[in-house]
């Protein structure tokens, strides 16, 4: 069964920093997407980047980076110059042989501080 | 091009009432997802519909369900609530133009307690 582990509860960065959030997956499928979502206070899920199992390239979207490392089923998120407004839960998800369903990880609270 | 919508907002039933909760996805969007987020269990698969038909299904008991209609609208009902029913149901829609890349976009949440 797939899974998605992040080991981080809760995470501090500086303002203008960088910050990696770590996550790590598990499937047996040799065809899969991972995706990162922020969800503010409000609730609701912001989609951030995609990587895709087939991939060469790391993903990247604006100031988000994605360090796939598929040997090691690893799909860090990288926040560069980290903004007071990135302070958020994270959560790390996965989709692989079943359509439009996502499996989640437990979330990182990421604070950015001043 | 609108997000997705979800209404109500914010919902207070008491225990054995039914609701029913709503969806509007992306403009073009043929799939809608539900998903359950609680702060025990964390964000759970409810059921995925595509084209009015449920194609998925989470490990959900039959109190949980829903459905779509033509304009891509769904709905889910939980019937006979619970207290452990308190959560943040959140919806989101994918185009599924590519299976590869089909990003699920998800609307604001409906929070339901039920008392």
């Known amino acids: 069964a797939q899974k998605i582990t992040q080991t981080q509860p809760g995470m501090f960065v500086q303002e203008k920093e960088a910050v990696t959030l770590d996550c790590t997956y598990d499937?047996?499928?040799?065809?899969?997407?991972l995706f990162w979502y922020k969800q503010p206070s409000s609730g609701e899920m912001i989609f951030l980047i995609y990587q895709g199992s087939y991939d060469q390239q790391n993903a990247t979207e604006g100031r988000y980076s994605l360090n796939f490392q598929k040997a090691r089923k690893s799909a860090n998120l990288v926040i560069s110059a980290s903004q007071l407004g990135d302070s958020a839960m994270y959560f790390c998800a996965m989709r692989d042989t079943t359509p439009s369903k996502l499996t989640f990880g437990t979330g990182t609270r990421l604070q950015v501080t001043l | 091009k609108a997000g997705v919508t979800q209404t109500p907002r914010y919902l207070i039933k008491t225990r054995g009432q039914q609701v029913t909760l709503s969806c509007s996805p992306i403009s073009g969007h043929r799939s809608v997802s539900w998903y359950q987020q609680t702060p025990g269990q964390g964000l759970q698969f409810l059921f995925e519909y595509f084209s009015e038909t449920q194609r998925n299904k989470g490990n959900f008991p039959g109190r949980f369900s829903g459905r779509q209609f033509s304009n891509s609208r769904s709905e889910m009902n939980v019937s006979t609530l619970e207290l452990g029913d308190s959560a943040l149901y959140l919806c989101a829609s994918s185009s599924l133009t590519s299976t590869e890349t089909d990003t699920q976009y998800f609307g604001p949440g409906t929070r339901l307690t039920v008392l």
């Open positions: 499937t047996s499928d040799p065809s899969y997407g």
